[in-house]
Structures are given as structure tokens and as C-alpha cells.
């Protein structure tokens, strides 16, 4: 697949999960369960509408970005909004949050839980996150859950980032990589780099993306397997990727889940 086909794809497969179709975990355990295992507090998961959390994460960036009442936070990939409206009760009234996803159906979704659940401090903007639709310097807090591994440009993503941050702003993301190298059947297939597997890259290289777009301090920590996939998973996406597998080979051979920081400096 070229790029313009993956990204295809991806848009293809979100639309569909966002109007009741499965994707990464949709279809397997309970989203709410599946929160709390990645690292969502019971009292976390009341704050936000339950039709917002689609199962689609990897770990929970806003407990990472430490939010403080009265900023701004950008979340890259927001989906349905959950990550935003739980960064949204943390920012308060004096504070805003905006989503930007490249999905009109998660859009759409999003602004609809946001005008019924009452949140007047959170938007959704309609864009691709290689290009985003955000003023210079205008956020001081980026997040992003397990969705950056979907681009095709994922250093054009953390030089977007950089450029869109305040100096001084913050980088707090959640998304997953890889141990070793994926084997090339599943880098060439549909399934897999749509399931947030195809398009993962090793450890080291996501580091060295984030730091070439200019920020420093720059972690990034492991913090365990994927929790997308399992033997259980009636994820078609999933299925197709296990089936892709080795005999013996497990997805937590290749990929983990990984928290991602950085900050960029004050002029």
C-alpha cells in the first residue's frame, strides 16, 4: 500500500467503528474494563460519557500530562472525545481543550456527546494531525492515545507538534511500539496497519522522531504489552493479525505499550 491507501484505510475502518463497527478492541472486552486495565481510574471513567470511550487506547495520557486548570490541550486523534473530555474536567471553565481527528463519522460523534453531556469548553476540528488545523504557538499541552502509530508521516506529526505548542508546552502521549521488526507479512497487510500494529516503528526510532522535531527531555517508557490484542479478541482486524503470527509467536513478542514525553523549550 502506498500512503494515500493506508490512510484510506484507516479512514475507512474509524468511520465504520464510529457508527458500531468493531476495531481494536471494540469487539473483545468491555471498553470500560479495558480502560481500567490500561490505567483509566474508576472515577476517571464517570467524568466522561461512556459512549465516548470506543476501547481504542493504549494507556491513559492525560494522567501523564499532569493537566492544570486554565490550559490548552490539543488531543491529535481524538475519536470519539473521550480523552477530551476528561482533560476538559481537569482544565475547568477557564481552560479549553480541542480534538482534531481526520474522521468525519468520530467528528461528528464527538460534537454530539459534547452538546448532550454539556461540556462548553471542549471542540473537535475536522483535519489529519501531519496537518493540523491549529494556530503557531497556541496549546500547551499535547495528548495523544495510540493513534500516532496510524500515520503514514510520523515525523511530520512531531514537527506539527512542535510547531503549535507554546514554548515551555508539553508532550504526553500513549501509543505503542516495537521490540524488534515486525515480520514483512503483517507489514503489508491492511488489517495490521489499520489495527494499530502495521505502522508501529522500534522504540528507539520513535525517540529519535520525536527529538529531531525539536523537543527535549524526550521519554519514552515501556509500560507493557499491547492490550489490543489477545487470543480471545473477535476483532476481525485482530484475528487477521494473529493469523499473520509465527507458530509460537505472541503480538507481545513485537509490540508494547510506551508513554511518550517531551517538552519544548523556552525561547
Same mark, same amino acid.
Given at each position: 500500500?502506498?500512503?494515500?491507501?493506508?490512510?484510506?484505510?484507516?479512514?475507512?475502518?474509524?468511520?465504520?467503528?464510529?457508527?458500531?463497527?468493531?476495531?481494536?478492541?471494540?469487539?473483545?472486552?468491555?471498553?470500560?474494563?479495558?480502560?481500567?486495565?490500561?490505567?483509566?481510574?474508576?472515577?476517571?471513567?464517570?467524568?466522561?460519557?461512556?459512549?465516548?470511550?470506543?476501547?481504542?487506547?493504549?494507556?491513559?495520557?492525560?494522567?501523564?500530562?499532569?493537566?492544570?486548570?486554565?490550559?490548552?490541550?490539543?488531543?491529535?486523534?481524538?475519536?470519539?472525545?473521550?480523552?477530551?473530555?476528561?482533560?476538559?474536567?481537569?482544565?475547568?471553565?477557564?481552560?479549553?481543550?480541542?480534538?482534531?481527528?481526520?474522521?468525519?463519522?468520530?467528528?461528528?460523534?464527538?460534537?454530539?456527546?459534547?452538546?448532550?453531556?454539556?461540556?462548553?469548553?471542549?471542540?473537535?476540528?475536522?483535519?489529519?494531525?501531519?496537518?493540523?488545523?491549529?494556530?503557531?504557538?497556541?496549546?500547551?499541552? =499535547?495528548? $495523544? /492515545?495510540?493513534?500516532?502509530? @496510524?500515520?503514514?508521516?510520523? !515525523?511530520?506529526?512531531?514537527? %506539527?507538534?512542535?510547531? &503549535?505548542?507554546?514554548?515551555?508546552?508539553?508532550?504526553?502521549?500513549?501509543?505503542?511500539?516495537?521490540?524488534?521488526?515486525?515480520?514483512?507479512?503483517?507489514?503489508?497487510?491492511?488489517?495490521?496497519?489499520?489495527?494499530?500494529?502495521?505502522?508501529?516503528?522500534?522504540?528507539?526510532?520513535?525517540?529519535?522522531?520525536?527529538?529531531?522535531?525539536?523537543?527535549?527531555?524526550?521519554?519514552?517508557?515501556?509500560?507493557?504489552?499491547?492490550?489490543? =490484542?489477545? $487470543? /480471545?479478541?473477535?476483532?476481525? @482486524?485482530?484475528?487477521?493479525? !494473529?493469523?499473520?503470527?509465527? %507458530?509460537?509467536?505472541? &503480538?507481545?513478542?513485537?509490540?508494547?505499550?510506551?508513554?511518550?514525553?517531551?517538552?519544548?523549550?523556552?525561547?
Amino acid at each position: 500500500m502506498n500512503q494515500t491507501n493506508k490512510r484510506d484505510a484507516v479512514r475507512r475502518a474509524y468511520a465504520q467503528i464510529a457508527t458500531g463497527g468493531c476495531g481494536c478492541g471494540t469487539c473483545g472486552p468491555d471498553p470500560q474494563t479495558l480502560a481500567q486495565s490500561i490505567g483509566y481510574s474508576k472515577q476517571e471513567l464517570s467524568e466522561a460519557p461512556e459512549e465516548a470511550n470506543l476501547g481504542l487506547g493504549c494507556g491513559n495520557p492525560t494522567a501523564l500530562a499532569g493537566l492544570r486548570a486554565g490550559e490548552v490541550v490539543l488531543d491529535l486523534g481524538s475519536g470519539a472525545g473521550f480523552d477530551c473530555f476528561l482533560a476538559a474536567r481537569q482544565v475547568g471553565p477557564t481552560g479549553r481543550v480541542i480534538g482534531v481527528d481526520m474522521t468525519p463519522e468520530m467528528i461528528e460523534r464527538a460534537r454530539t456527546l459534547a452538546q448532550k453531556h454539556g461540556f462548553t469548553n471542549v471542540e473537535f476540528r475536522l483535519g489529519e494531525i501531519e496537518h493540523l488545523p491549529i494556530a503557531d504557538e497556541s496549546v500547551d499541552v =499535547i495528548i $495523544s /492515545n495510540c493513534v500516532i502509530n @496510524l500515520s503514514t508521516d510520523k !515525523l511530520q506529526v512531531f514537527r %506539527e507538534a512542535y510547531r &503549535v505548542l507554546r514554548p515551555g508546552g508539553r508532550l504526553a502521549i500513549s501509543d505503542i511500539a516495537l521490540r524488534k521488526e515486525l515480520p514483512q507479512r503483517i507489514r503489508e497487510s491492511v488489517a495490521a496497519y489499520v489495527g494499530c500494529v502495521g505502522g508501529a516503528v522500534l522504540i528507539d526510532e520513535y525517540q529519535r522522531m520525536v527529538k529531531a522535531a525539536g523537543f527535549r527531555d524526550v521519554r519514552v517508557t515501556v509500560k507493557g504489552g499491547s492490550t489490543c =490484542i489477545d $487470543s /480471545n479478541t473477535q476483532d476481525p @482486524l485482530g484475528q487477521a493479525i !494473529l493469523e499473520a503470527l509465527g %507458530e509460537g509467536e505472541t &503480538v507481545e513478542d513485537y509490540i508494547v505499550s510506551v508513554s511518550v514525553e517531551g517538552v519544548k523549550a523556552r525561547e
